[in-house]
C-alpha cells in the first residue's frame, strides 16, 4: 500500500473539496479500519471531550462509535482550507438500540502531513433529538449518492 493518500496538501479549492468528500464516503462505509487508514499511526483526535491518539485507538473508537449510533448517515461540506488545514462542517443522523433518533451537527479542524494523511482531527458535536419523521437523510446505507442535497441544500 501507498504511503500516500491523495489529494495531497497544498490543497486548492478543488483538491480540499475532494478530500471532504473522500472522508465523508469513508466515514459512511462505517468501516473502521478503513477510515484509520487515512490517519497518520500517531494521529491525534479531540472529539467531543474524548482524546484518542493513533489508529489502533481511532479503529477502537470508531467500532465502539457505530455500535452505538445505529443507521449512521453523514454529510460533510468543506467550511475553509489554507496549505496543509481544512475546515468543515457536517451534520448526521443516526439512531440508538431504543429506536431514539438524532442529528448531530458539528465543526472539525484537520491537518495533514505532506503524504495527504490526517495528523490533528479536532471535532466539536451537538447531539439534537429528533423524529424519525423528521429525518432528511433516506439513501441506503453507504456513499451518499452524487445528487442528494448537501449540507447547505438542506439549510443545515
Sequence with gaps: MSDQRPPLPPFTLETAAEKVRLAEDGWNSRDPARVALAYTINS?????????????????????????????????????????????RFAY???????????????????????????????SINDAPIRETDRRYHWPLGRRPDDHPGL???GF
Design 44 to 88: 491525534f483526535w479531540r472529539n467531543r471531550a474524548e482524546f484518542v491518539e493513533g489508529r489502533e485507538a481511532i479503529v477502537g473508537f470508531l467500532t465502539r462509535k457505530w455500535q452505538r449510533e445505529l443507521d449512521y448517515r453523514l454529510i460533510k461540506e468543506l467550511w475553509s482550507f489554507r496549505e496543509n488545514r481544512i475546515a468543515v
Design 152 to 154: 447547505s441544500d438542506l
Design 93 to 123: 443522523e443516526w439512531h440508538d438500540d431504543s429506536g431514539n433518533w438524532f442529528r448531530s451537527y458539528g465543526n472539525e479542524n484537520w491537518e495533514f502531513d505532506e503524504h495527504g494523511l490526517m495528523r490533528r482531527r479536532l471535532a
